[in-house]
């Protein structure tokens, strides 16, 4: 469900999504809008603020291309200060802003900050779902053929057990099965721990059979 503001938010970010759509693709409009989907659908469940949900959805990643380029430091940083600026144009409920800025500044959970709102622990979970399951092993394989930033090969042999990400697109995969923020018991949400579980296992079947299958034991 789209609420009254979703097309003024569109009309006004425009541009920041179009550059967005340049580089790369594991960061670009699809992601946003993945985002948005996985956070409406949470938010349906677990009772949050649907407008708050949507605006911080359209609105998290804003500043991305400007940190890929080196503009600024922090993309979750800068991405809450243009928030408030396109809310406050368009109209948007002047109550509920901070609450937008506060999810989209905590989004990053890499820089450990804590969401203190429904809403913001929403974001953070969506977020992190996007970063697993079947869509999230297209990214990866992508990113690292099409990516300056993310360039890789998809796998490398040697270091079947590795967990470094810099390796090889699977050795990517292995690390995010590892990492804690990745751990289905570590989201926020119900609905955000049974999706993960979900998602986390199928990318845990994914490596497993991917390296089976190099190696000609499947």
Known sequence: ????????????????????????????????????????????????????????????????????????????????????????????????????????????????????????????DADYLDAMGAVDVARVIASALQSKKYSKPIYKEGRDDDADPHYSAIHFLIYKLRHPKHQPENFHTKTGRKLAKERYKFMKEFVERFIDEWYGRR
């Open 1 to 124: 469900m789209d609420t009254q503001y979703r097309s003024r938010i569109l009309e006004k970010i425009k541009g920041y999504l179009e550059e967005l759509d340049k580089n790369d693709f594991s960061h670009n409009s699809s992601h946003i809008f993945r985002v948005e989907r996985l956070a409406k659908r949470i938010a349906s469940e677990e009772g949050a603020d649907l407008e708050i949900i949507e605006a911080a959805s359209l609105l998290f990643d804003i500043a991305r291309d400007l940190e890929d380029k080196g503009i600024v430091e922090d993309h979750a940083t800068e991405g809450a200060r243009v928030a408030r600026k396109v809310l406050s144009e368009i109209g948007f409920p002047h109550d509920k802003i901070e609450a937008v800025c506060h999810a989209i500044y905590v989004h990053r959970r890499s820089k450990n900050r804590k969401p203190q709102t429904l809403e913001a622990k929403i974001l953070q």
